[in-house]
């Protein structure tokens, strides 16, 4: 049976999960800083600060950026609603911008036609785990002095003009979730490439207490003074030792979904009413979906099910959901795109025979 997603646990997880359970250290400790070194060391991610969620560390940045109420954050629609909740949890305001329906990725463009005096912050979205257009949209932010925030959820191991994704803004918000392509069972890690706003966020995911300078007094407890709302965003050891048990083979998961997307492009380039996404040489995806999109989808989806392959458009526009409030722009790109997204399976664990399957039914038509 093909699966749309997996979740991938090597065989190192379990090796290391039991030592920690043998250690009787659970909570956030060595493990989670030496996930965070290997992260640096080994995907070039700029001084990553792990935390229990991907909504987490969108929420930690703008926590650090103190936006509040009567600002505003653009976003693009295309995401899961987290995205544009974080922006709530601080009392903000969502702008959605609209998307290229090439790649279903934020328009430049459209960011800077929704600039306003309230904007304190841009916040993109990598879809299936292809890379925005980082230059065009960092030249929209530079312009008015206002940071970016990518939301990477999808796009560990993506690069752009040979820089990884998780270098190139203020922050960039990565998601661990059981079927990203690298899970601890559920967290994530923002990147900081400025040293203060990674002291900051790791202040403020424990609470506002800053580990490293509030040291425990002679009573025992840490002396600190909160200035600042904290949270409880800490990833624990377990999940960091899954994580970098993960870690281990994470090239060759990235090199198999690849590999599959290559052929997928291949093979499905050419057929009447299905059109491929836009791939440029000048980046990487991370290739956490496999998004095509079709003429007749209904028919699609009803006739790759009759085939036993399952299909999904995973997120649809979030701006139309009452929890944003309204009223809402119109966004040409983005219902272009609405019409027509679906995604199909994308996963290491998938067999060539899977995948053979999966074009075959394709190309039988709908």
Same mark, same amino acid.
């Given at each position: 049976?093909?699966?749309?997603?997996?979740?991938?646990?090597?065989?190192? *997880?379990?090796?290391?999960?039991?030592?920690?359970?043998?250690?009787?250290? #659970? +909570?956030?400790?060595?493990?989670?800083?030496?996930? %965070?070194?290997?992260?640096?060391?080994?995907?070039?991610?700029?001084?990553?600060?792990?935390?229990?969620?991907?909504?987490?560390?969108?929420?930690?940045?703008?926590?650090?950026?103190?936006?509040?109420?009567?600002?505003?954050?653009?976003?693009?629609?295309?995401?899961?609603?987290?995205?544009?909740?974080?922006?709530?949890?601080?009392?903000?305001? @969502?702008?959605? $911008?609209?998307?290229?329906?090439?790649?279903?990725?934020?328009?430049?463009?459209?960011?800077?036609?929704?600039?306003?005096?309230?904007?304190?912050?841009?916040?993109?979205?990598?879809?299936?785990? !292809? @890379?925005?257009?980082? %230059?065009?949209?960092?030249?929209?932010?530079?312009?008015?002095?206002? @940071?970016?925030?990518?939301?990477?959820?999808?796009?560990?191991?993506?690069? !752009?003009?040979?820089?990884?994704? &998780?270098?190139?803004?203020?922050?960039?918000?990565?998601?661990?979730?059981?079927?990203?392509? #690298?899970?601890?069972?559920?967290?994530? *890690?923002?990147?900081?490439?400025?040293?203060?706003?990674?002291?900051?966020?790791?202040?403020?995911?424990?609470?506002?207490?800053?580990?490293?300078?509030?040291?425990?007094?002679?009573?025992?407890?840490?002396? !600190?003074?909160?200035?600042? #709302? &904290?949270?409880?965003?800490?990833?624990?050891?377990?999940?960091?030792?899954?994580?970098? =048990?993960?870690?281990?083979?994470? +090239? %060759?998961?990235?090199?198999?979904?690849?590999?599959?997307?290559?052929? !997928?492009?291949?093979?499905?380039?050419?057929?009447?009413?299905?059109? #491929?996404?836009?791939?440029?040489?000048?980046?990487?995806?991370?290739?956490?979906?496999?998004?095509?999109?079709?003429?007749?989808?209904?028919?699609?989806?009803? $006739?790759?099910?009759?085939?036993?392959?399952?299909?999904?458009?995973?997120?649809?526009?979030?701006?139309?959901?009452?929890?944003?409030? =309204?009223?809402?722009? %119109?966004?040409?790109?983005?219902?272009?795109?609405?019409?027509?997204?679906?995604?199909?399976?994308?996963?290491?664990?998938?067999?060539?025979?899977? *995948?053979?399957?999966?074009?075959?039914?394709?190309?039988?038509?709908?």
């Amino acid at each position: 049976m093909i699966s749309f997603y997996a979740t991938d646990i090597g065989p190192e *997880v379990r090796k290391r999960v039991s030592q920690i359970l043998r250690s009787g250290w #659970l +909570s956030e400790g060595r493990v989670a800083r030496e996930f %965070e070194s290997a992260l640096a060391s080994n995907l070039g991610l700029a001084r990553p600060v792990s935390v229990n969620s991907g909504t987490s560390a969108l929420h930690l940045a703008l926590a650090v950026l103190g936006v509040g109420p009567g600002d505003e954050v653009i976003l693009p629609a295309q995401t899961f609603v987290a995205t544009g909740l974080s922006i709530l949890m601080q009392r903000a305001t @969502p702008v959605f $911008a609209d998307i290229n329906p090439a790649t279903g990725n934020a328009d430049p463009d459209s960011i800077r036609a929704r600039l306003s005096d309230r904007t304190r912050a841009i916040m993109v979205v990598h879809w299936a785990g !292809y @890379p925005c257009d980082m %230059e065009e949209i960092s030249a929209v932010a530079n312009e008015r002095g206002i @940071p970016v925030i990518e939301d990477a959820a999808h796009a560990l191991g993506a690069s !752009y003009h040979d820089r990884p994704i &998780g270098t190139w803004s203020r922050f960039t918000a990565f998601s661990f979730q059981a079927i990203k392509q #690298l899970t601890t069972g559920d967290g994530g *890690v923002l990147c900081c490439p400025n040293p203060e706003d990674e002291r900051e966020a790791r202040a403020l995911r424990w609470f506002g207490i800053d580990r490293e300078r509030d040291l425990p007094s002679h009573l025992g407890e840490r002396a !600190y003074r909160l200035e600042k #709302l &904290g949270f409880k965003y800490h990833m624990n050891d377990l999940a960091a030792a899954v994580g970098l =048990g993960n870690l281990a083979r994470f +090239s %060759e998961t990235l090199e198999r979904r690849k590999d599959i997307t290559a052929r !997928y492009r291949k093979e499905l380039a050419g057929i009447p009413g299905l059109t #491929l996404l836009e791939e440029k040489q000048d980046r990487k995806s991370a290739n956490w979906l496999f998004t095509i999109r079709v003429e007749k989808r209904d028919a699609f989806i009803d $006739a790759m099910a009759s085939r036993k392959v399952p299909t999904s458009v995973v997120h649809q526009r979030i701006d139309r959901n009452p929890i944003f409030g =309204g009223p809402f722009a %119109e966004l040409a790109g983005q219902s272009e795109f609405d019409q027509t997204q679906i995604s199909i399976p994308l996963h290491a664990q998938l067999s060539e025979r899977q *995948v053979s399957t999966v074009i075959r039914s394709i190309r039988a038509g709908w």
